[in-house]
Protein backbone atom coordinates (compact mmCIF):
# COMPACT_ATOMS: atom_id res chain seq x y z
CA UNK A 1 0.00 0.00 0.00
CA UNK A 2 1.72 3.59 -1.19
CA UNK A 3 1.71 6.01 2.17
CA UNK A 4 0.33 9.11 1.63
CA UNK A 5 3.57 11.37 2.37
CA UNK A 6 5.28 9.43 -0.89
CA UNK A 7 6.06 11.68 -3.93
CA UNK A 8 3.95 9.03 -6.33
CA UNK A 9 1.42 9.56 -4.12
CA UNK A 10 1.15 13.13 -3.83
CA UNK A 11 1.60 12.98 -7.91
CA UNK A 12 -1.45 10.93 -7.73
CA UNK A 13 -3.72 13.23 -5.78
CA UNK A 14 -2.22 16.29 -7.83
CA UNK A 15 -3.48 14.47 -11.33
CA UNK A 16 -6.86 13.29 -9.80
CA UNK A 17 -7.31 17.25 -8.41
CA UNK A 18 -6.38 18.91 -11.53
CA UNK A 19 -8.88 16.64 -13.16
CA UNK A 20 -11.31 16.83 -10.68
CA UNK A 21 -11.39 20.99 -11.08
CA UNK A 22 -11.90 20.86 -14.43
CA UNK A 23 -14.95 18.46 -14.05
CA UNK A 24 -16.37 21.43 -11.12
CA UNK A 25 -15.55 24.30 -14.02
CA UNK A 26 -17.80 22.28 -16.34
CA UNK A 27 -20.41 21.79 -13.80
CA UNK A 28 -20.57 25.20 -12.29
CA UNK A 29 -21.08 26.27 -16.14
CA UNK A 30 -23.73 23.32 -16.78
CA UNK A 31 -25.35 24.24 -13.32
CA UNK A 32 -25.84 27.92 -14.48
CA UNK A 33 -27.64 26.87 -18.42
CA UNK A 34 -29.73 24.38 -16.33
CA UNK A 35 -30.72 27.29 -14.60
CA UNK A 36 -31.80 29.39 -17.37
CA UNK A 37 -33.39 26.43 -19.13
CA UNK A 38 -35.58 25.94 -16.42
CA UNK A 39 -36.94 29.05 -15.92
CA UNK A 40 -37.38 29.07 -20.09
CA UNK A 41 -39.71 25.78 -19.75
CA UNK A 42 -41.22 26.79 -17.01
CA UNK A 43 -41.95 30.50 -18.15
CA UNK A 44 -42.20 30.47 -21.70
CA UNK A 45 -42.77 27.27 -22.30
CA UNK A 46 -45.31 25.71 -19.47
CA UNK A 47 -47.16 29.07 -18.66
CA UNK A 48 -47.23 29.82 -22.87
CA UNK A 49 -48.31 26.29 -23.72
CA UNK A 50 -51.57 27.45 -20.79
CA UNK A 51 -50.79 24.19 -19.03
CA UNK A 52 -52.95 23.96 -15.48
CA UNK A 53 -49.97 23.59 -13.27
CA UNK A 54 -47.52 25.77 -13.23
CA UNK A 55 -46.00 26.77 -9.77
CA UNK A 56 -46.27 30.18 -8.47
CA UNK A 57 -43.89 32.83 -8.92
CA UNK A 58 -43.83 34.77 -5.63
CA UNK A 59 -41.29 36.82 -4.21
CA UNK A 60 -39.81 34.01 -2.57
CA UNK A 61 -39.58 31.84 -4.91
CA UNK A 62 -37.55 34.93 -7.07
CA UNK A 63 -35.40 34.98 -4.31
CA UNK A 64 -34.34 31.63 -4.08
CA UNK A 65 -34.07 31.51 -8.16
CA UNK A 66 -32.01 34.41 -8.09
CA UNK A 67 -29.83 33.23 -4.92
CA UNK A 68 -28.83 30.17 -7.13
CA UNK A 69 -28.31 31.84 -10.51
CA UNK A 70 -26.12 34.21 -8.08
CA UNK A 71 -24.39 31.12 -6.39
CA UNK A 72 -23.95 29.54 -9.65
CA UNK A 73 -22.09 32.73 -11.03
CA UNK A 74 -20.07 33.10 -7.95
CA UNK A 75 -18.57 29.10 -8.69
CA UNK A 76 -17.66 30.11 -11.98
CA UNK A 77 -15.55 32.55 -11.00
CA UNK A 78 -14.43 31.26 -7.75
CA UNK A 79 -13.65 27.48 -9.96
CA UNK A 80 -11.70 29.72 -12.23
CA UNK A 81 -9.43 31.01 -10.36
CA UNK A 82 -8.27 28.29 -8.48
CA UNK A 83 -5.17 25.61 -8.90
CA UNK A 84 -5.43 22.15 -8.54
CA UNK A 85 -4.70 20.91 -4.54
CA UNK A 86 -5.59 17.86 -3.18
CA UNK A 87 -7.09 19.38 0.05
CA UNK A 88 -9.35 21.52 -2.03
CA UNK A 89 -10.43 18.91 -4.26
CA UNK A 90 -12.00 16.81 -1.04
CA UNK A 91 -14.30 19.51 0.04
CA UNK A 92 -14.72 21.73 -3.11
CA UNK A 93 -17.96 19.73 -3.70
CA UNK A 94 -19.32 19.41 -0.84
CA UNK A 95 -20.94 22.92 -1.05
CA UNK A 96 -21.90 22.94 -4.06
CA UNK A 97 -23.83 19.77 -3.63
CA UNK A 98 -25.84 20.80 -0.87
CA UNK A 99 -26.46 23.98 -2.41
CA UNK A 100 -27.99 22.25 -5.41
CA UNK A 101 -29.95 19.47 -3.62
CA UNK A 102 -31.21 22.28 -0.97
CA UNK A 103 -32.83 24.52 -4.20
CA UNK A 104 -34.47 21.34 -6.01
CA UNK A 105 -36.20 20.44 -2.39
CA UNK A 106 -37.02 23.96 -1.77
CA UNK A 107 -38.33 24.44 -4.90
CA UNK A 108 -40.40 21.20 -4.91
CA UNK A 109 -41.39 22.01 -1.11
CA UNK A 110 -42.49 25.34 -1.63
CA UNK A 111 -44.34 24.77 -4.38
CA UNK A 112 -46.59 22.12 -2.55
CA UNK A 113 -47.02 24.28 0.46
CA UNK A 114 -48.23 27.34 -2.16
CA UNK A 115 -50.08 25.00 -3.94
CA UNK A 116 -50.89 21.83 -2.61
CA UNK A 117 -49.56 20.07 -5.86
CA UNK A 118 -46.20 17.71 -5.54
CA UNK A 119 -44.55 16.87 -8.73
CA UNK A 120 -42.70 13.62 -7.46
CA UNK A 121 -41.33 13.39 -11.49
CA UNK A 122 -39.79 16.66 -11.42
CA UNK A 123 -38.44 16.35 -7.75
CA UNK A 124 -36.85 13.00 -8.75
CA UNK A 125 -35.51 14.19 -12.04
CA UNK A 126 -33.58 17.27 -10.43
CA UNK A 127 -32.29 15.38 -8.10
CA UNK A 128 -31.01 13.06 -10.18
CA UNK A 129 -29.60 15.41 -12.22
CA UNK A 130 -27.20 16.97 -8.73
CA UNK A 131 -26.46 12.79 -8.80
CA UNK A 132 -25.27 12.61 -12.33
CA UNK A 133 -22.83 15.65 -11.28
CA UNK A 134 -20.33 13.68 -9.43
CA UNK A 135 -19.37 11.82 -12.29
CA UNK A 136 -16.45 14.19 -12.44
CA UNK A 137 -15.42 14.07 -8.34
CA UNK A 138 -12.82 13.88 -6.52
CA UNK A 139 -13.42 10.33 -4.79
CA UNK A 140 -15.91 7.80 -4.76
CA UNK A 141 -17.15 9.32 -1.05
CA UNK A 142 -17.99 12.73 -3.45
CA UNK A 143 -20.58 10.31 -5.43
CA UNK A 144 -21.85 9.05 -1.73
CA UNK A 145 -22.82 11.97 -0.85
CA UNK A 146 -24.99 12.89 -3.65
CA UNK A 147 -26.52 9.62 -3.72
CA UNK A 148 -27.23 10.19 -0.02
CA UNK A 149 -28.43 14.08 0.14
CA UNK A 150 -30.24 13.35 -3.34
CA UNK A 151 -32.00 10.03 -1.47
CA UNK A 152 -32.60 12.01 1.83
CA UNK A 153 -34.07 14.59 0.12
CA UNK A 154 -36.32 12.92 -2.26
CA UNK A 155 -37.93 10.47 0.41
CA UNK A 156 -37.83 13.52 3.26
CA UNK A 157 -40.31 15.41 1.04
CA UNK A 158 -42.47 12.25 -0.38
CA UNK A 159 -43.03 11.57 3.21
CA UNK A 160 -43.80 14.90 4.64
CA UNK A 161 -46.38 15.85 1.46
CA UNK A 162 -48.12 12.89 1.92
CA UNK A 163 -47.37 11.58 -1.99
CA UNK A 164 -45.23 9.09 -1.76
CA UNK A 165 -45.92 5.39 -1.19
CA UNK A 166 -43.48 3.08 0.74
CA UNK A 167 -42.54 1.13 -2.56
CA UNK A 168 -42.29 4.09 -4.95
CA UNK A 169 -39.90 5.91 -2.57
CA UNK A 170 -38.00 2.70 -2.20
CA UNK A 171 -37.82 2.63 -5.75
CA UNK A 172 -36.12 5.89 -6.22
CA UNK A 173 -34.06 5.02 -3.75
CA UNK A 174 -32.83 1.72 -5.36
CA UNK A 175 -32.63 3.52 -8.62
CA UNK A 176 -30.29 6.52 -7.04
CA UNK A 177 -28.02 3.58 -5.22
CA UNK A 178 -27.57 1.84 -8.40
CA UNK A 179 -27.09 5.21 -10.27
CA UNK A 180 -24.50 6.12 -6.95
CA UNK A 181 -22.68 2.56 -7.45
CA UNK A 182 -22.49 2.51 -11.28
CA UNK A 183 -20.43 6.11 -11.48
CA UNK A 184 -18.33 5.47 -8.24
CA UNK A 185 -16.83 2.74 -10.33
CA UNK A 186 -16.84 4.12 -13.31
CA UNK A 187 -14.92 6.93 -11.83
CA UNK A 188 -12.53 4.60 -10.15
CA UNK A 189 -11.83 2.59 -13.53
CA UNK A 190 -11.70 6.05 -15.67
CA UNK A 191 -9.11 7.55 -12.70
CA UNK A 192 -7.56 4.82 -12.39
CA UNK A 193 -6.95 3.96 -16.40
CA UNK A 194 -5.90 8.36 -16.85
CA UNK A 195 -3.12 7.82 -13.57
CA UNK A 196 -1.64 4.82 -15.36
CA UNK A 197 -1.34 6.45 -18.97
CA UNK A 198 0.00 9.57 -17.10
CA UNK A 199 2.56 7.78 -14.99
CA UNK A 200 3.28 5.46 -18.20
CA UNK A 201 3.56 8.89 -20.06
CA UNK A 202 5.97 9.86 -17.69
CA UNK A 203 8.10 7.07 -17.08
CA UNK A 204 8.47 7.18 -20.59
CA UNK A 205 10.55 10.09 -20.59
CA UNK A 206 13.49 9.02 -18.60
CA UNK A 207 12.94 5.19 -18.55
CA UNK A 208 13.57 2.18 -20.98
CA UNK A 209 10.00 0.62 -22.14
CA UNK A 210 11.46 -2.71 -19.95
CA UNK A 211 11.70 -0.30 -17.21
CA UNK A 212 8.62 1.17 -17.80
CA UNK A 213 6.67 -1.77 -17.88
CA UNK A 214 7.81 -4.00 -14.80
CA UNK A 215 7.34 -0.64 -12.98
CA UNK A 216 3.12 -0.61 -14.13
CA UNK A 217 3.38 -4.16 -13.66
CA UNK A 218 4.76 -5.14 -10.02
CA UNK A 219 5.10 -1.24 -8.55
CA UNK A 220 7.91 1.13 -7.72
CA UNK A 221 9.84 -1.84 -5.53
CA UNK A 222 10.35 -3.74 -8.45
CA UNK A 223 12.81 -1.32 -9.33
CA UNK A 224 14.76 -1.49 -5.49
CA UNK A 225 18.22 -1.76 -6.03
CA UNK A 226 19.74 -5.08 -7.05
CA UNK A 227 23.37 -6.49 -7.85
CA UNK A 228 23.39 -8.27 -11.04
CA UNK A 229 25.79 -10.24 -13.70
CA UNK A 230 25.28 -8.37 -16.86
CA UNK A 231 26.37 -7.88 -19.98
CA UNK A 232 26.86 -3.81 -21.14
CA UNK A 233 27.71 -2.54 -24.52
CA UNK A 234 29.22 0.72 -25.19
CA UNK A 235 29.60 2.07 -28.56
CA UNK A 236 30.49 5.38 -30.18
CA UNK A 237 30.44 7.19 -33.81
CA UNK A 238 34.14 7.66 -34.77
CA UNK A 239 35.35 10.79 -36.17
CA UNK A 240 32.56 12.38 -34.80
CA UNK A 241 33.76 15.67 -33.64
CA UNK A 242 34.47 16.04 -37.24
CA UNK A 243 31.50 15.09 -38.78
CA UNK A 244 29.54 17.29 -36.19
CA UNK A 245 31.93 20.45 -37.59
CA UNK A 246 30.15 20.23 -40.95
CA UNK A 247 26.26 19.91 -39.90
CA UNK A 248 24.39 23.42 -37.96
CA UNK A 249 23.52 22.03 -34.35
CA UNK A 250 19.95 20.97 -35.69
CA UNK A 251 21.40 19.04 -38.55
CA UNK A 252 23.44 17.18 -35.79
CA UNK A 253 20.37 16.62 -33.46
CA UNK A 254 18.46 15.22 -36.73
CA UNK A 255 21.36 12.90 -37.73
CA UNK A 256 21.59 11.69 -34.17
CA UNK A 257 17.65 10.78 -33.44
CA UNK A 258 17.70 9.27 -36.69
CA UNK A 259 21.28 7.00 -35.90
CA UNK A 260 20.18 6.04 -32.29
CA UNK A 261 16.76 5.52 -33.35
CA UNK A 262 17.53 2.48 -35.62
CA UNK A 263 20.26 1.38 -33.01
CA UNK A 264 18.09 1.63 -30.12
CA UNK A 265 15.26 -0.62 -32.41
CA UNK A 266 18.19 -3.02 -32.28
CA UNK A 267 18.85 -3.16 -28.50
CA UNK A 268 15.33 -3.48 -27.84
CA UNK A 269 14.65 -5.94 -30.75
CA UNK A 270 17.03 -8.54 -28.62
CA UNK A 271 15.47 -7.53 -25.45
CA UNK A 272 18.37 -5.47 -23.95
CA UNK A 273 17.89 -1.83 -22.78
CA UNK A 274 18.77 1.60 -23.63
CA UNK A 275 20.34 3.00 -20.52
CA UNK A 276 21.39 6.60 -21.73
CA UNK A 277 22.79 8.18 -25.15
CA UNK A 278 26.12 10.22 -24.36
CA UNK A 279 26.91 12.46 -26.87
CA UNK A 280 27.16 9.85 -29.96
CA UNK A 281 28.00 7.14 -27.50
CA UNK A 282 25.11 4.69 -26.20
CA UNK A 283 25.30 2.79 -23.17
CA UNK A 284 22.89 -0.30 -23.00
CA UNK A 285 22.59 -3.52 -20.80
CA UNK A 286 21.65 -6.75 -21.21
CA UNK A 287 20.53 -8.49 -17.61
CA UNK A 288 18.70 -6.11 -16.23
CA UNK A 289 15.71 -5.44 -14.58
CA UNK A 290 15.01 -8.66 -14.96
CA UNK A 291 17.61 -11.51 -15.04
CA UNK A 292 18.29 -14.25 -17.83
CA UNK A 293 20.96 -16.69 -18.44
CA UNK A 294 21.52 -15.54 -22.31
CA UNK A 295 22.52 -11.82 -21.63
CA UNK A 296 25.79 -12.21 -22.83
CA UNK A 297 24.81 -14.02 -26.38
CA UNK A 298 21.93 -11.46 -27.18
CA UNK A 299 24.43 -8.72 -26.61
CA UNK A 300 27.00 -9.84 -28.91
CA UNK A 301 24.17 -11.04 -30.94
CA UNK A 302 22.53 -7.30 -31.55
CA UNK A 303 26.18 -5.87 -32.00
CA UNK A 304 26.27 -7.62 -35.04
CA UNK A 305 22.99 -6.30 -36.05
CA UNK A 306 24.07 -3.30 -35.27
CA UNK A 307 27.01 -3.63 -37.75
CA UNK A 308 24.40 -4.99 -40.30
CA UNK A 309 22.30 -1.60 -40.11
CA UNK A 310 25.12 0.66 -40.50
CA UNK A 311 26.51 -0.84 -43.17
CA UNK A 312 22.55 -0.05 -44.58
CA UNK A 313 22.81 3.48 -43.61
CA UNK A 314 26.24 4.24 -44.88
CA UNK A 315 25.07 2.47 -48.49
CA UNK A 316 22.27 5.44 -47.92
CA UNK A 317 24.52 7.87 -47.33
CA UNK A 318 27.22 6.88 -49.71
CA UNK A 319 23.95 7.50 -52.56
CA UNK A 320 23.82 10.82 -51.38
CA UNK A 321 27.34 11.50 -51.72
CA UNK A 322 27.89 11.81 -47.64
CA UNK A 323 31.34 9.91 -46.19
CA UNK A 324 30.39 6.86 -44.40
CA UNK A 325 29.88 6.11 -40.46
CA UNK A 326 32.27 3.85 -38.53
CA UNK A 327 31.47 3.29 -35.05
CA UNK A 328 32.97 1.16 -32.19
CA UNK A 329 31.53 -1.53 -29.94
CA UNK A 330 32.40 -2.72 -26.40
CA UNK A 331 31.34 -5.38 -24.67
CA UNK A 332 31.97 -6.34 -21.02
CA UNK A 333 29.83 -8.97 -18.49
CA UNK A 334 30.07 -8.59 -15.19
CA UNK A 335 28.61 -7.26 -11.60
CA UNK A 336 26.86 -3.78 -11.51
CA UNK A 337 24.45 -2.06 -9.17
CA UNK A 338 21.25 -1.71 -11.09
CA UNK A 339 18.02 0.71 -9.57
CA UNK A 340 16.14 3.96 -10.12
CA UNK A 341 17.78 7.14 -9.13
CA UNK A 342 16.93 10.31 -9.20
CA UNK A 343 13.95 12.47 -6.95
CA UNK A 344 9.85 13.04 -7.45
CA UNK A 345 10.42 15.12 -10.83
CA UNK A 346 12.93 13.11 -13.05
CA UNK A 347 14.21 9.61 -12.27
CA UNK A 348 17.02 6.97 -14.28
CA UNK A 349 17.06 3.52 -14.13
CA UNK A 350 20.92 3.15 -14.31
CA UNK A 351 23.95 0.87 -14.03
CA UNK A 352 27.00 1.47 -11.86
CA UNK A 353 29.75 -0.36 -11.44
CA UNK A 354 33.19 -1.25 -13.29
CA UNK A 355 31.31 -3.10 -15.95
CA UNK A 356 30.32 -0.25 -17.17
CA UNK A 357 34.09 1.45 -17.14
CA UNK A 358 35.61 -1.48 -18.63
CA UNK A 359 32.74 -1.66 -21.41
CA UNK A 360 34.07 1.53 -22.68
CA UNK A 361 37.16 0.98 -22.02
CA UNK A 362 37.08 -1.78 -24.20
CA UNK A 363 35.17 -0.07 -27.08
CA UNK A 364 38.24 2.45 -27.24
CA UNK A 365 40.16 -0.16 -27.66
CA UNK A 366 38.73 -1.03 -30.95
CA UNK A 367 39.97 1.84 -32.28
CA UNK A 368 44.05 0.85 -31.63
CA UNK A 369 42.91 -3.10 -32.77
CA UNK A 370 41.53 -1.81 -36.09
CA UNK A 371 38.24 -3.24 -35.67
CA UNK A 372 34.45 -2.39 -35.15
CA UNK A 373 33.53 -4.88 -32.51
CA UNK A 374 35.43 -5.97 -29.12
CA UNK A 375 34.79 -8.42 -26.72
CA UNK A 376 35.99 -8.84 -23.39
CA UNK A 377 36.84 -12.37 -22.34
CA UNK A 378 34.59 -12.62 -19.65
CA UNK A 379 31.53 -11.96 -22.40
CA UNK A 380 33.30 -14.24 -24.79
CA UNK A 381 33.18 -17.18 -22.13
CA UNK A 382 29.61 -16.99 -21.92
CA UNK A 383 28.26 -16.60 -25.17
CA UNK A 384 31.13 -17.28 -27.42
CA UNK A 385 29.84 -20.29 -28.22
CA UNK A 386 27.47 -19.64 -30.79
CA UNK A 387 29.75 -16.89 -32.83
CA UNK A 388 33.35 -16.51 -34.93
CA UNK A 389 35.94 -14.89 -32.98
CA UNK A 390 39.15 -14.03 -32.87
CA UNK A 391 41.23 -13.47 -29.81
CA UNK A 392 43.31 -10.21 -30.21
CA UNK A 393 45.39 -10.92 -26.59
CA UNK A 394 45.77 -8.88 -23.91
CA UNK A 395 45.30 -5.11 -23.32
CA UNK A 396 45.96 -2.43 -20.36
CA UNK A 397 43.45 0.15 -19.88
CA UNK A 398 43.13 3.39 -17.85
CA UNK A 399 42.33 2.89 -14.59
CA UNK A 400 42.50 -1.35 -14.31
CA UNK A 401 45.98 -3.01 -13.14
CA UNK A 402 44.97 -6.31 -14.78
CA UNK A 403 45.35 -6.68 -18.37
CA UNK A 404 42.37 -6.70 -20.49
CA UNK A 405 41.57 -10.14 -22.90
CA UNK A 406 39.67 -9.03 -26.16
CA UNK A 407 38.19 -10.71 -28.57
CA UNK A 408 37.43 -9.47 -32.27
CA UNK A 409 33.72 -10.32 -33.21
CA UNK A 410 33.49 -11.24 -36.61
CA UNK A 411 29.90 -13.10 -36.97
CA UNK A 412 27.61 -16.24 -35.82
CA UNK A 413 28.80 -19.50 -35.85
CA UNK A 414 27.73 -21.63 -38.90
CA UNK A 415 28.09 -25.39 -39.26
CA UNK A 416 31.01 -25.24 -41.21
CA UNK A 417 33.24 -23.27 -38.44
CA UNK A 418 35.26 -24.64 -35.31
CA UNK A 419 33.60 -24.38 -32.39
CA UNK A 420 34.80 -21.51 -30.32
CA UNK A 421 36.67 -23.97 -27.43
CA UNK A 422 38.71 -24.63 -30.47
CA UNK A 423 39.03 -21.78 -31.62
CA UNK A 424 40.45 -20.20 -28.09
CA UNK A 425 42.77 -23.69 -28.02
CA UNK A 426 44.32 -22.28 -31.32
CA UNK A 427 44.96 -19.07 -30.08
CA UNK A 428 46.60 -20.36 -27.54
CA UNK A 429 44.10 -19.88 -24.21
Known amino acids: MRRRDTPHYSNEALVLATSSLQGERRVAVIRLVVVLLMAVSQVFIAWGGGETYSPPLDGVRLQAIGAYVFFSVVAIVVLLRQKPHPNRARWLPVPTTLADTSFFSFMAWHTWRL??????????????????????????????????????????????????????ISFVLICYAALGALIALTNSDVGGMFLNLRRRDGLSRFLPKQ???????????????????????????????????????????????????????????RQGIVNKFLGDGMLACWGVPDAREDH??????????????????NAQRVQRGLPPLRIGIGLHTGVVAAGMLGGAEQHEYTVIGDAVNLAS????????????????????????GHFVGERLGEAQVKGRREAVVVYSLQGLRTATDAPAPLLRAASGT
Open 361 to 384: RVEGLTKSHNVDILVSERTWLMGG
Open 211 to 269: VVDRVMQLGDASLQPVQRDVTILFSDIRDFTTLSETLDPGQVLEFLDDYFGHMAHIVMA
Open 296 to 313: AELAMRAALDMRAKLEDI
Open 115 to 168: SGLFDAGMLCASLGMVLAFSVVRYSWWHVLLSTVLSGAAYALLSWVTGHGSVGR
